[in-house]
């Protein structure tokens, strides 16, 4: 019983999604003559109006024939037919290809294909299975030993201290 219910829901699920793709594929624009576009599943010409049914909106919706741009919404179809990138995807890709590259350049290259990570500290360079990685070591605070039981009279004479003073790692060990 619960196999079968886990099954149909599965089922439901992977229509949904299926379909949700196709809608997308579907999807087409109608530009207009200012530049801005409209995304819809289909349109109709019904006298000098447009009716379009908007992807965004859920909805049929209506505007004047004498504003869309018929020749830039045909040759925008035809470029996605025939799978060539838009402008703006073209000036998204090289913007985003910049912004990597920038990004790259402020982490100093360790070896080829591994760089240090942006939030600094300290590392060392360790190859694992023949794979370089850098693996972060955890610093550990110092604490001045200001414990005067050694010499309790040097600590009543100069309670500044010197200029030779004890410095303790907690633990028992290093941890790496």
């Known amino acids: 019983m619960i196999r079968r219910h886990y099954f149909l829901s599965g089922l439901a699920i992977l229509l949904a999604l299926s379909s949700a793709s196709y809608a997308q594929s579907q999807?087409?624009?109608?530009?207009?003559?200012?530049?801005?576009?409209?995304?819809?599943?289909?349109?109709?010409?019904?006298?000098?109006?447009?009716?379009?049914?908007?992807?965004?909106?859920?909805?049929?919706?209506?505007?004047?024939?004498?504003?869309?741009?018929?020749?830039?919404?045909n040759q925008y179809e035809k470029d996605r037919a025939a799978g060539r990138d838009t402008p703006e995807a073209v000036a998204l890709d090289k913007e985003m290809e910049a912004a990597r590259a920038e990004e790259e350049a402020k982490s100093p290259q360790v070896v080829p294909g591994l760089r240090l990570p942006p939030e600094g500290g300290v590392y060392a360079l360790d190859t694992y299975l023949s794979q370089p990685e850098l693996l972060p070591l955890d610093q550990t605070g110092g604490e001045v030993n200001r414990h005067t039981t050694h010499?309790?009279?040097?600590?009543?004479?100069?309670?500044?201290?010197?200029?030779?003073?004890?410095?303790?790692?907690?633990?028992p060990s290093a941890k790496v």
Not at 31 to 41: E, V
Not at 154 to 165: E, L, Q, T
């Open 27 to 73: 999807t087409k624009r109608i530009i207009l003559k200012d530049g801005s576009y409209q995304l819809t599943s289909k349109w109709q010409l019904t006298g000098d109006r447009v009716r379009f049914f908007s992807v965004e909106r859920n909805d049929w919706e209506e505007i004047p024939e004498s504003l869309v741009d018929w020749n830039a919404t």
């Open 151 to 171: 010499n309790v009279l040097h600590g009543v004479i100069n309670p500044i201290g010197g200029a030779k003073h004890t410095i303790e790692l907690p633990g």
